[in-house]
């Protein structure tokens, strides 16, 4: 059988140009078998072993089918005679008797199409199916998708694939993908990324054809106690607290009772909202619509905006990632994360100020992720080896865990070759600032009576502790000496109305 072939080869390799043919066909093929059982048994495992696999073997291939046909063309010019008469001399008589198409020499053809032609649906498949794996997504391009690999990995998305939420369905978002994904790799090739990558992602599929594949706004209803644990910078790193009732209530549908509003409220299917925002990066409003009950729209418009005039074709529609904007790809505030490990145990806070002195030794400007792990360990170290130098020897173990998990919070969320550094990736969940929902929920948009978008803090949430010393303060009954007595009763009311309705 390999004599055959090889006579077949040598038979197909008309010149030096079909010969280079050949032995592409024959070398990218065996190794991309090669290369697969191996994939296939777990001996090779990284990403870079599967994009050589599926994207540069399977193109060696194609190259060579191309060239054995260029080959022959030189061959008949050079030559004069007639691709007949060059199949006869080549391959002899025994393989083209019997009549050209019922002869070996067609059935060898035809039979090694066949092959080309699985061999090529294979791989495609197989490439089409290894881009889809998270791993293709994050550690491929590893230099620029690190950050994202490594916030995807600790998200609470870290089970759904990437292309469930960057492609969506239907061959059109597939398409569309792959040529983003074309241009992604020149761009890497050639180093004309933007660091950080920039955001807004304008290429995701809508929230209906994505999100709601699993999460849809007729399951939001009722609330959700959330408490939020901070730690003062004093000595004792002491906790304070902050309870909230949030209402994840969308709203009515399909002329059932329900809830007339709540934090979902935006995105329930009567509640249309759309939006313009300057240089369409969804932070600063210009206007925002609402959708009334008559089918019209009640515009709000910024009185302070940079920008006072834009294009209607612009505006956008609010969906899920206009506030679950880092929905996946999480970056944590400095003093958040520190809180949560504190919080988690994973940071000792019998040790003296340990919140303030993690907080300053993960904020410090590192030039690079080696100098930040060095930089931790010695702020850390230092401090308590000057000034408490009992807590250094008593308690060196969890002073080593405080620098070790430090240090795991700033490669989480600190990435200086792509110049990812605090705050650069906002989340519009809640209202730090003027982020969030004081984008919409502010005193500058204002329909045209001059009254601005309510901010009230009860349209999405019951505060029943507001960072105080003991949780759910407001809860209990209100002190009537006290100088926010007017506010502890006025919001341990509104949370007993709320619970009432």
Not at 417 to 440: A, D, K, L
Request: charged share 20%.
């Amino acid at each position: 059988m390999l004599k055959k072939y090889f006579d077949f080869v040598r038979g197909a390799s008309a010149d030096p140009i079909g010969k280079l043919g050949v032995a592409l066909v024959t070398s990218s093929f065996v190794t991309f078998v090669f290369f697969e059982l191996a994939r296939l048994t777990g001996i090779l495992e990284n990403a870079y072993v599967g994009l050589i696999t599926y994207l540069l073997f399977p193109s060696l291939f194609m190259l060579g089918l191309i060239l054995i046909p260029i080959g022959w063309r030189r061959l008949k010019k050079q030559t004069g005679k007639s691709t007949r008469e060059l199949i006869d001399s080549r391959f002899g008589e025994e393989q083209t008797k019997g009549g050209f198409l019922g002869s070996k020499f067609a059935m060898s053809i035809l039979a090694l199409t066949l092959l080309n032609v699985l061999f090529l649906s294979a791989a495609s498949s197989r490439m089409l199916s290894f881009m889809d794996e998270a791993e293709f997504c994050g550690t491929a391009c590893h230099s620029v998708m690190n950050p994202e690999w490594v916030t995807y990995q600790q998200s609470s998305h870290a089970r759904v694939k990437c292309v469930e939420c960057h492609v969506g369905e239907g061959a059109g978002a597939l398409l569309d993908s792959k040529l983003n994904g074309i241009w992604q790799m020149v761009s890497v090739t050639f180093d004309l990324l933007e660091r950080p990558i920039p955001t807004p992602v304008r290429q995701l599929r809508p929230a209906r054809e994505t999100c709601e594949k699993c999460h849809w706004p007729e399951k939001f209803y009722g609330s959700r106690l959330k408490t939020i644990v901070h730690y003062e910078k004093d000595s004792a790193s002491t906790p304070r607290y902050t309870n909230l009732n949030l209402k994840v209530d969308a709203g009515e549908w399909s002329g059932e009772e329900g809830p007339a509003g709540g934090i979902h409220w935006h995105i329930a299917k009567e509640n249309q909202v759309r939006y313009v925002s300057v240089n369409d990066e969804r932070r600063e409003m210009i206007w925002v619509e609402a959708l009334l009950p008559d089918g019209s729209f009640k515009r709000f418009t910024n009185r302070r905006a940079t920008s006072v005039a834009a294009a209607e074709a612009s505006s956008r529609t609010m969906d899920c990632v206009d506030c679950h904007n880092r929905a996946t790809h999480v970056y944590e505030n400095p003093q958040v994360a520190i809180d949560t490990r504190i919080r988690q145990g994973l940071i000792d806070r019998s040790l003296p100020f340990i919140k303030r002195e993690a907080l300053a030794a993960v904020m410090a400007d590192y030039p690079t992720r080696d100098a930040a792990m060095e930089g931790i360990a010695y702020h850390l170290g230092e401090f308590y080896r000057q000034h408490f130098a009992e807590v250094s020897l008593g308690k060196q173990s969890a002073i080593d865990s405080a620098v070790a998990v430090v240090q795991n919070v700033y490669n989480r969320n600190v990435h200086p070759e792509m110049n990812i550094t605090w705050g650069t990736y906002r989340s519009h969940i809640g209202h730090v600032g003027n982020q969030g929902c004081f984008r919409c929920h502010n005193q500058n948009l204002v329909d045209e009576g001059g009254t601005a978008i309510s901010s009230d803090c009860s349209l999405c949430h019951s505060i029943l502790a507001s960072d105080s010393e003991t949780p759910f303060e407001y809860l209990q009954p209100a002190d009537t000496s006290s100088r926010d007595y007017l506010m502890h009763k006025y919001l341990r009311d509104e949370f007993l109305d709320y619970v009432k309705e």
